[in-house]
C-alpha cells in the first residue's frame, strides 16, 4: 500500500514564503508522476502543480504564476512545494498525490484533474493572513 505523507503547512503573513514537503513509501515512486492540490473551505479540490517522474518537467496552475516551486528527490520518495509570495488566497488545505499512471515512455502528460491521481496524503493546513 502507498503511502504519503505531508508536512511543513503552517499560519504565516502574506508575503512570507513557506515549503511543503511530501514523503512517499513504496519503491516505484520514480516511475509515477506526482502532484499539489489544495482545497479551501466550502470550494472543490484544485490543481496546484505537477512534476514528471524525472522532476525534469513541471505544470503549474494559472494562479501560481511563478510563486511556487514543484520539485522531487527520488533518492529520498520526496515531493516539495516551495511558496513565496503567499497571498492570503492561498489559504487552504495542501494534498500531495501520486499519478495513476505509471510512466510509459519518455513523454509525459501532465494531468490537473482530481481523479487522476490514485494515491493521496491526509494533507497540511496552509493558512495566509492579511
Known amino acids: 500500500q502507498v503511502q504519503l505523507l505531508e508536512s511543513g503547512g503552517g499560519s504565516v503573513q502574506a508575503g512570507d514564503s513557506l515549503t511543503l514537503s511530501c514523503t512517499v513509501s513504496?519503491?516505484?515512486?520514480?516511475?509515477?508522476?506526482m502532484g499539489w492540490f489544495r482545497q479551501a473551505p466550502g470550494k472543490e479540490r484544485e490543481f496546484v502543480a505537477s512534476?514528471?517522474?524525472?522532476?525534469?518537467?513541471?505544470h503549474y496552475a494559472d494562479f501560481v504564476a511563478g510563486r511556487f516551486t514543484i520539485s522531487r528527490d527520488n533518492t529520498q520518495n520526496t515531493v516539495s512545494l516551495q511558496m513565496n509570495s503567499l497571498k492570503p488566497e492561498d489559504t487552504a488545505v495542501y494534498y500531495c498525490?501520486?499519478?495513476?499512471?505509471?510512466?510509459?515512455?519518455?513523454?509525459?502528460?501532465?494531468?490537473?484533474?482530481?481523479?487522476?491521481?490514485?494515491?493521496w496524503g491526509q494533507g497540511t493546513q496552509v493558512t495566509v493572513s492579511s
Open positions: 512534476i514528471s517522474w524525472s522532476g525534469g518537467s513541471t
Open positions: 498525490a501520486r499519478d495513476r499512471a505509471r510512466r510509459i515512455g519518455n513523454v509525459w502528460v501532465p494531468k490537473e484533474g482530481v481523479h487522476e491521481y490514485e494515491y
Open positions: 513504496g519503491r516505484t515512486f520514480s516511475d509515477y508522476p
